[in-house]
């Protein structure tokens, strides 16, 4: 299901710049009446076609410039020199001759990209239980560990014990986090995991402003800084359960 995604992604794509680049072109059979007044926005070349003389076959003419406005003489000798298309300023829905394979790229866009969602998804699910620990388990790991930090700041612990406890945690249980980004990603969504990673990046932040504060012996910074760290791992969490639970995922 994933490949068959990707193909179909691909195809869409396709379809959809070449239903795209076709918006502003007209047929000039269409007739004067829909071409007249119309701005062409590119110059229409035709073959130079020498009199007598056998013309080399890269001469080219302009029959009509950029910027002119079509009237029914202009009409006639497009129609005359063989041009079947103009490319014009004005976009009309109803002349667009590529609209349906526009429309059927993003509707195959956004197909794909479900079946690929799915197909990731549906490859986890069929994964043999793992004993890695999941995203919320980690933030959990986390928000124990800064609460420890939080205890020896509460009984003025020295700045080696708090580099000693902080140090586990930008080690080892803070890059435990982004290492699940598939999982998240195919359970939640791309755009979900990057507003997802904003609150946990600042929490991260805070942590490491700690640590620096810890070493540099400025305990104050410290003790703000793990309140700080503490409130937005809070947040993170919250966020994680909430979206989550609104795609119906485990954590």
Same mark, same amino acid.
């Given at each position: 299901?994933?490949?068959?995604?990707f193909v179909?992604?691909?195809?869409?794509?396709? =379809?959809?710049? +070449?239903?795209?680049?076709s918006?502003?072109? %007209?047929?000039?059979?269409r007739?004067?009446?829909e071409? +007249?007044?119309?701005?062409?926005?590119e110059a %229409?070349? %035709?073959?130079?076609?020498?009199?007598? /003389? +056998?013309?080399?076959?890269l001469?080219?003419?302009?029959?009509?410039?950029? !910027?002119?406005?079509?009237?029914?003489d202009?009409?006639?000798?497009?129609?005359?020199?063989?041009v079947?298309?103009?490319?014009? &300023?004005?976009f009309?829905?109803?002349?667009? /001759?590529?609209?349906?394979?526009?429309?059927?790229?993003?509707? !195959?866009?956004?197909?794909?990209?479900?079946?690929?969602?799915l197909?990731?998804?549906?490859?986890?699910d069929?994964?043999?239980? /793992?004993?890695?620990r999941?995203?919320?388990e980690?933030?959990?790991?986390i928000?124990?560990?800064?609460?420890?930090?939080?205890?020896?700041?509460?009984?003025?612990?020295?700045?080696? &014990?708090?580099?000693?406890?902080?140090?586990?945690?930008?080690d080892?249980?803070?890059? $435990?986090?982004?290492?699940?980004?598939?999982?998240?990603?195919?359970?939640?969504?791309l755009?979900?995991y990057a507003q997802?990673m904003?609150?946990?990046?600042?929490?991260e932040?805070?942590?490491?402003r700690a640590?620096s504060a810890?070493?540099d012996?400025?305990?104050? /910074?410290? $003790?703000?800084?793990? &309140?700080? =760290?503490?409130?937005?791992?809070?947040?993170?969490?919250?966020?994680l359960?909430?979206?989550?639970?609104?795609?119906?995922?485990?954590?």
């Amino acid at each position: 299901m994933k490949l068959f995604g990707f193909v179909l992604v691909a195809l869409s794509l396709v =379809a959809g710049l +070449v239903g795209a680049g076709s918006a502003y072109l %007209v047929r000039v059979d269409r007739g004067a009446d829909e071409l +007249v007044g119309l701005t062409v926005n590119e110059a %229409v070349v %035709v073959p130079l076609i020498g009199l007598g /003389e +056998v013309a080399d076959p890269l001469d080219t003419e302009v029959l009509v410039p950029k !910027g002119t406005v079509l009237d029914a003489d202009h009409v006639q000798h497009l129609a005359q020199a063989d041009v079947r298309h103009v490319r014009v &300023e004005e976009f009309a829905f109803g002349r667009w /001759e590529g609209k349906f394979l526009f429309l059927g790229g993003v509707l !195959g866009l956004g197909l794909g990209a479900l079946l690929v969602r799915l197909g990731a998804r549906m490859a986890l699910d069929a994964e043999p239980a /793992e004993s890695e620990r999941g995203p919320s388990e980690v933030l959990a790991e986390i928000r124990t560990a800064v609460d420890r930090v939080r205890g020896a700041v509460a009984r003025h612990a020295d700045g080696p &014990e708090l580099l000693a406890l902080l140090s586990p945690i930008v080690d080892d249980l803070l890059p $435990a986090f982004p290492a699940g980004r598939d999982r998240m990603v195919a359970r939640m969504g791309l755009g979900a995991y990057a507003q997802l990673m904003d609150s946990f990046a600042a929490a991260e932040r805070q942590v490491h402003r700690a640590w620096s504060a810890a070493a540099d012996g400025v305990l104050e /910074e410290t $003790a703000e800084c793990v &309140e700080r =760290a503490a409130a937005l791992f809070d947040q993170t969490r919250a966020e994680l359960s909430g979206r989550l639970a609104a795609h119906g995922a485990k954590s």
